[in-house]
């Protein structure tokens, strides 16, 4: 029995993914095709529910939400200690109420806002060449100002650093 012979290479068909048989294949898997736009929105969506609740739930109120654990184990305040108190009174219009508590998030507001800005417009309009990446000299100076805050606030001369403490006497 012969067969006839083709000038043209046999059809296939193209080659199929691998079928993600774990869990967290599946996952991997589902994440992947997510709209890129739907992690920063989902982000700002979750900062704007936070913000909202300690608007309304007030953080000085013992017992309501949980105490910060590097203080309960050292009594010493991390750079993020009063961050909570100074966002809910932000969402109150007390502005220098709210420097008080935590300099550090206000000293840093407008980098957040910035890379959280450009990462939500590269997420809908992706660049058509690789983005930069942060120099190495502000990912240092970035960690210079933030142990320096840490250590300063934690010492009796600096204790205007420390949360609640009036930045600005008698305002």
Same mark, same amino acid.
Request: charged letters at 10%; aromatic letters at 14%; a positive charge.
């Given at each position: 029995m012969s067969y006839p012979q083709s000038s043209e290479p046999p059809q296939s068909s193209p080659p199929a993914p691998p079928a993600a048989r774990s869990l967290t294949g599946r996952v #991997?898997?589902?994440?992947?095709?997510?709209?890129?736009?739907?992690?920063?929105?989902?982000?700002?969506?979750?900062?704007?529910a936070g913000a909202t609740l300690l608007h309304?739930?007030?953080?000085?109120?013992?017992?309501?939400?949980?105490?910060c654990p590097w203080l309960l184990l050292t009594g010493t305040f991390c750079p993020g200690c009063g961050t909570m108190r100074a966002i809910a009174l932000l969402t109150?219009?007390?502005?220098?109420? $709210?420097? $008080?508590?935590?300099?550090?998030?206000?000293?840093?507001?407008?980098y957040i806002a910035w890379t959280y800005g450009l990462w939500l417009y590269r997420s809908v309009?992706?660049?058509? #060449?690789?983005?930069?990446?942060?120099?190495?000299?502000?990912?240092?100076?970035?960690?210079?100002?933030v142990t320096a805050h840490w250590v300063l606030?934690?010492?009796?001369?600096? #204790?205007?650093?420390?949360?609640?403490?009036?930045?600005?006497p008698g305002w």
């Open positions: #991997s898997n589902r994440l992947r095709a997510l709209h890129p736009a739907v992690w920063p929105v989902g982000l700002g969506v979750l900062g704007l309304f739930v007030d953080p000085n109120e013992p017992g309501i939400y949980p105490t109150h219009g007390e502005i220098l109420a $709210s420097i $008080s508590m935590n300099p550090l998030l206000w000293l840093l507001a407008p309009r992706p660049p058509k #060449s690789p983005p930069k990446l942060t120099p190495g000299w502000f990912l240092w100076l970035f960690l210079i100002v606030r934690n010492l009796p001369w600096f #204790s205007f650093l420390a949360p609640g403490t009036p930045l600005f």
